[in-house]
């Protein structure tokens, strides 16, 4: 890892001394900017620069940290939540030359994998996201705070996605022509959704919202799941964005950058330990509207990531970085053919779920 020099207030903010610490760069993450610092006796913290471009009030973040935390501390104290440090005037951030910086504590003898390469793993991962959520469920509600507004609104991203087929070039709307034709014959799962979005049996809950396999710490050596992280969008929604992402990255072996199409399935082992870890935390907890809503988590997701990478592409890619000219075209053909993959076992999937839910 390079070292990187930080500014001396920036440290001092949270009553660290620079020249006891090495900065290196840490982790894949692409939103915040994170630090890895370590001092020569081995004290060891996380230091990150708060994306002020997605997240464009902090504060909403770092109040829906502290509810969390204070409230687990009360209710669960043996739960290990990874809360910022205070900096010494006791504030949840540094404010450095327009820059917004938090301190975490660092947890040792973890790893956070970007794909699970086991289902046992797919089954830490689940249950840690379940738990969550399942501790949280008692926590004020209406206290915490919608930190990126219409984040997982499949109604607006299905909007969007027409009014980029209108306002497309001509160029781009015929190479995508096919593509855009199979993810609006799908269309009954945006229309879906605007039936759980209104349905007041389907409550919100505090979920993560991001809820990808390097967003939870296993232990290194047993991969037990150990906590949750990267909790900057945590805040109410519904079930179906923390399983329907789970669903859309841990079931298959290949990632949405993969462009062999034929290496995307469904790996139902996967699938299994996932709903398994999951319900093990939520069963005696969900309604029975949202256990009806389980295998739709998955279409949701991918078919609503599937259409962002494609309105990006006809808008001229002007959200997700690329590497090459079609990258947000491929990706959207990769989420569609995952989605293909889920219809296509949707009975045997139905099936899993439902030994789950009576186990």
Sequence with gaps: MEKISLATEIYAAFGLDRNRFVAKRFG??????????????????????????????????????RLAANFLKQHYPDYLFVAPLRTTDEKEYCIWNGEYWRLLPYIPHTVALDAATAPEQAYEAARQFGRLTRYLHHAPLHQFQ?????????????SQLQEAIRNAREERREYAEELIEGFLDYSSIAI??????TEKAFPD???????????????????????VIDLDTLMPGKIISDLGDMVRTYVSPTSEEERDFSKIEIREHYFEALIEGYLDELRDLLTPVEKASLFYAG??????????????????????????????????KNQFVLLQQLMAKQELLKNIIQKHLHT
């Design 192 to 197: 879906h959704f605007e039936e759980i979005k």
């Design 28 to 65: 894949h993450g692409y939103i915040n900017r994170t630090y890895l610092l370590e001092s020569q006796n081995g004290e060891q913290y996380i230091l990150q620069k708060i994306n002020t471009q997605v997240f464009t009030s902090p504060e909403l973040v770092a109040s829906n940290y």
């Design 146 to 158: 919608i930190v990126i507004p219409n984040f997982h609104n499949l109604t607006l991203r299905y």
């Design 299 to 332: 279409l949701f997701m991918t078919y609503m990531q599937g259409i962002r990478f494609l309105t990006d592409f006809l808008n001229e890619d002007i959200y997700y970085p690329i590497q090459y000219p079609e990258q947000n075209f491929y990706r959207a």
């Design 205 to 227: 809950r505090l979920i993560h919202h991001d809820a990808k396999m390097n967003n939870v710490l296993l232990d290194e050596k047993t991969f037990k799941g150990v906590c």
